[in-house]
């Protein structure tokens, strides 16, 4: 069974640097992609991107100029980064398999437990 | 505001049927087989219940189908149970992942 184990800081201040891991156990990172996904009140379910094995990204252009996420395969782990944070940043931040049809991800079959990120100053 | 909309809250009563919609705009929904949907339990992570419209993953109750018509598909809940008391996500894609509002469902 596919378990992702995420965690972070929680409370940052304006103008900092988000950063959360992702843990993946009982399957291999290899031949899937992994995302990011955040849930806020105001905004709903937003898709922030994803990363491959092989090191291949894509990001939600709507943030794409603040994210980075990055992998660790030699510890199954991936990681995100999101920079010059704004109080519009705090949200529950999930890490999740991504399953593909092409060169799309269109569902998310397994999830982290979520991370409550609050941005205030 | 979400690109699918889903009607903010149901009801229904225990052994009742209900169907959730989620329409969009500008024919995401409509485009392609790539609806899926989610169940979240206050606190928790979303739970993947439908993917590709109807089709079911491994231990998810047969009480949850999915349908698509035109531009809007549909999520039905058969023979409601207390635990089925939840908030349910559609999702399609469209030139980028789309997500609905969300439907809170309360189980009289």
């Known amino acids: 069974q596919v378990q992702l184990q995420q965690w972070g800081a929680g409370l940052l201040k304006p103008s900092e640097t988000l950063s959360l891991s992702c843990a993946v156990y009982?399957?291999?990172?290899?031949?899937?992609?992994w995302s990011w996904l955040r849930q806020s009140p105001g905004k709903g379910l937003e898709w922030i991107g994803e990363i491959s094995h092989t090191g291949s990204t894509n990001y939600n252009p709507s943030l794409k100029s603040r994210v980075t996420i990055s992998a660790d395969t030699s510890k199954n782990q991936f990681s995100l980064n999101l920079n010059s944070v704004t109080a519009s940043d705090t949200a529950v931040y999930y890490c999740a398999r991504g399953r593909r049809w092409g060169l799309v991800t269109y569902y998310f079959d397994f999830w982290g437990q979520g991370t409550l990120v609050t941005v205030s100053s | 505001q979400s690109a699918l909309t889903q009607p903010a809250s149901l009801s229904g009563s225990p052994g009742q049927s209900i169907t959730i919609s989620c329409t969009g705009t500008?024919?995401?929904?409509?485009?392609?087989?790539?609806v899926s949907w989610y169940q979240q339990h206050p606190g928790e992570a979303p739970k993947l219940i439908i993917y590709e419209i109807n089709k079911r993953p491994s231990g998810v109750s047969d009480r949850f189908s999915g349908s698509k018509s035109g531009n809007t598909a549909s999520l039905t809940i058969s023979g409601l149970q207390a635990e089925d008391e939840a908030d349910y996500f559609c999702?399609?894609?469209?030139?980028?992942?789309?997500f609905g509002g969300g439907t809170r469902l309360t189980v009289l």
């Open positions: 500008s024919s995401p929904v409509g485009t392609y087989n790539l």
């Open positions: 009982g399957e291999s990172f290899s031949g899937h992609y």
């Open positions: 999702c399609s894609y469209k030139r980028g992942l789309l």
